[in-house]
């Protein structure tokens, strides 16, 4: 019994990060990108706030060197840099796709992982390569509309594109912790990240809205859009109406999963946290058909079963390569 709690919390974290983003997609009808992204990560700092208050009172911690206090601040300032364009990245694109394809394209950061790795010195293994052929497969028939007859063709929208670049800032990201953690306070770093992502949105909420009402910035259509972020932000309508969706994924997906899932995966065999965390992509298709009524071709269907086989299989050799499973996107 006891071996099966951490797979069960893992499993839980992972159809939280997944149906998370169903409530991404909810929240895009009352609030936009920019402020959606901010109000979550200010949420999630604020409860990863009160737990780290919590392991602190309730664990003895060895007194921070000046070296990790400085490695926590810096890393939890270039993460959230990292953290904060790839999620604004992926809620505009959610107002162009559905929440299953957003869930499958953003799983391809796992595979630009150990392909940015090799401009560091690391140099891919075969199967990468072999998996990101049939992952360029898999986008383009998750991309695709119609069906295998005439009627087949290639739609990259908006969407998918931005999507995709989200998934290659993720990686960045990951790479960032990967570089940080081990001479960091993890949950410390967590923080300062979301904390960080709250800050910057902010300020090109608000400083975009006074600098376009100060010089008649309006016209403009980035000015224009900032604007409208601030207008959305600052109506108690919108904000009792998105409140539900910010506070799923501020606080189940941003500081409970991230809880449960520093507590799961060291006690879970690596290859299995790995497989578990693939089913992210999973959930997310599945909640997006149940709760937005999301319809796919048999095409885009079977790309993102293939796709899902491909990050299985990568993951599972990359444990047994003994490389930890990167934290997950959502």
């Given at each position: 019994?006891?071996?099966?709690i951490?797979?069960?919390?893992?499993?839980?974290?992972?159809?939280i990060?997944?149906?998370?983003?169903?409530?991404?997609k909810?929240g895009?009808?009352?609030?936009?990108?920019?402020g959606f992204?901010?109000?979550?990560?200010?949420l999630?700092?604020?409860?990863?706030?009160?737990?780290?208050l919590?392991r602190?009172?309730?664990k003895?911690?060895?007194?921070?060197?000046?070296?990790?206090k400085?490695?926590?601040?810096?890393?939890g300032?270039?993460?959230?840099?990292c953290?904060?364009?790839a999620?604004?990245?992926?809620?505009?694109?959610?107002?162009?796709?559905?929440?299953?394809?957003?869930?499958?394209?953003t799983?391809?950061?796992?595979l630009?992982?150990?392909i940015?790795?090799?401009?560091?010195?690391?140099?891919?293994?075969l199967?990468?390569?072999?998996?990101?052929l049939?992952?360029?497969?898999?986008?383009?028939?998750?991309?695709?509309?119609?069906?295998?007859?005439?009627?087949?063709?290639l739609?990259?929208?908006?969407?998918?594109?931005?999507?995709?670049?989200?998934?290659?800032?993720f990686?960045?990201?990951?790479?960032?912790?990967?570089?940080?953690a081990?001479?960091?306070?993890?949950?410390?770093?967590?923080v300062?990240?979301l904390?960080?992502?709250?800050?910057?949105?902010?300020i090109?909420?608000?400083?975009g809205?006074?600098l376009?009402?100060?010089?008649?910035?309006?016209?403009y259509?980035?000015?224009?859009?900032?604007?409208?972020?601030?207008?959305?932000?600052?109506?108690?309508?919108?904000?009792?109406?998105?409140?539900?969706?910010?506070?799923?994924?501020?606080?189940?997906?941003?500081?409970?999963?991230?809880?449960?899932?520093?507590?799961?995966?060291?006690?879970?065999?690596?290859?299995l946290a790995?497989?578990?965390?693939?089913?992210?992509s999973v959930?997310?298709?599945?909640?997006?058909?149940?709760?937005?009524?999301?319809r796919?071709?048999?095409l885009?269907?079977?790309?993102?079963?293939?796709?899902?086989?491909?990050?299985?299989f990568?993951?599972?050799?990359d444990?047994?390569?003994?490389?930890p499973?990167?934290?997950t996107?959502?």
């Open positions: 019994m006891s071996k099966l951490p797979v069960l919390l893992m499993l839980i974290t992972t159809f990060w997944g149906s998370a983003f169903v409530a991404q909810w895009m009808d009352s609030l936009g990108p920019l992204t901010l109000s979550r990560s200010l999630g700092s604020v409860f990863l706030s009160f737990v780290l919590i602190n009172r309730i003895e911690i060895a007194p921070s060197t000046p070296a990790k400085r490695a926590t601040v810096l890393g300032f270039v993460c959230g840099c953290l904060f364009l999620s604004t990245l992926q809620q505009i694109g959610l107002c162009h796709t559905t929440p299953s394809v957003s869930g499958f394209l799983t391809l950061y796992i630009a992982v150990p940015l790795q090799m401009f560091l010195g690391q140099k891919p293994r199967y990468i390569w072999i998996g990101s049939f992952a360029i497969v898999a986008l383009f028939l998750i991309c695709s509309t119609g069906s295998a007859g005439t009627d087949f063709r739609q990259f929208g908006r969407g998918e594109i931005l999507t995709i670049l989200c998934a290659l800032v990686a960045f990201q990951i790479l960032s912790i990967d570089h940080f081990p001479r960091s306070d993890v949950l410390a770093l967590n300062i990240q904390l960080t992502g709250a800050v910057i949105g902010a090109l909420c608000f400083g809205y006074f376009s009402k100060i010089f008649g910035l309006s016209s259509p980035v000015f224009s859009a900032l604007e409208n972020e601030v207008t959305l932000l600052a109506s108690p309508e919108n904000l009792k109406n998105a409140l539900g969706a910010v506070l799923y994924c501020g606080i189940l997906s941003s500081g409970i999963a991230y809880t449960l899932q520093s507590y799961a995966q060291c006690r879970c065999p690596a290859a790995a497989i578990l965390m693939s089913f992210e959930f997310a298709l599945t909640c997006g058909w149940l709760f937005c009524h999301d796919m071709t048999r885009q269907l079977l790309g993102c079963l293939l796709l899902f086989i491909v990050i299985v990568t993951q599972v050799l444990t047994r390569r003994n490389t499973a990167p934290t996107a959502a």
